[in-house]
């Protein structure tokens, strides 16, 4: 095995390493254990186990295309590794879209359900979940069928898996942009109205006025019982 092999899989033994202990230590000490379920933390920590082992992926990537430049040799080097890289994502992405996309929203719906009995439950989930992915089946095939027909890709199974990501990533985005675009928005009225002392001050009067009721309710019961 060359440097460069080595090099390489230590990589890997050393960011997997990294990918297990981040979530396991973010849902020992944030996560709510009177409302998580122990099979929510199963599909969490897979979740944030392959989104951190492909951001992790970037650096040995990039370093596998520069050292591939250099000469002809690292560049079939580089070729060799390629795949195996590309198929890496694309498994790691796979497993966080499946779980998101399904058995999350399953658990989600499933944990705030109406319903009593677990066949009830299931079944109104599963109704649920179907028509989502139907929706989803006919946007996915919609804008599959578009870049076929204007020669963007071909139609196979990779072909398939690029649209999903394409979808994926761009709904992704799009809900990134509105969250920024709220905080953007909203984070300068925040400074405002805190830099604004007489707004402040009626905040304030009213919070006592309530802590008063509160304290006034409280010595009422309180002579009550005496």
Known sequence: MSNYGFNIYAYLVISLIFATIIPVYILYFYANKKVFNW???????????????????????????IIGRRTETNHEYYEKNKKFLLDFYIFMYL???????????????YNTNGFFTIF????????????????????TSLFFGILVATNVVRANIRAILLTIILITNTSYTFALM???????????????????????????????AKEFNKLAEYYSELFVII
């Open 178 to 208: 509105l969250l920024m675009g709220y905080g953007l928005m909203m984070f300068p009225i925040y400074l405002w109205n805190i830099c604004d002392h007489r707004l402040q001050l009626i905040n304030c009067q009213h919070e006592a």
């Open 95 to 109: 497993i966080i879209t499946i779980l998101s996309n399904i058995v999350l929203t399953f658990q989600e719906k």
């Open 120 to 139: 009830s439950k299931t079944k109104n989930v599963l109704k649920n979940i179907c028509l989502q992915i139907c929706a989803l089946i006919a946007v």
């Open 39 to 65: 099979h929510t933390y199963i599909t969490i920590f897979l979740q944030y186990f392959c989104a951190l082992e492909i951001i992790l992926l970037v650096p040995l990537d990039i370093s596998l295309t």
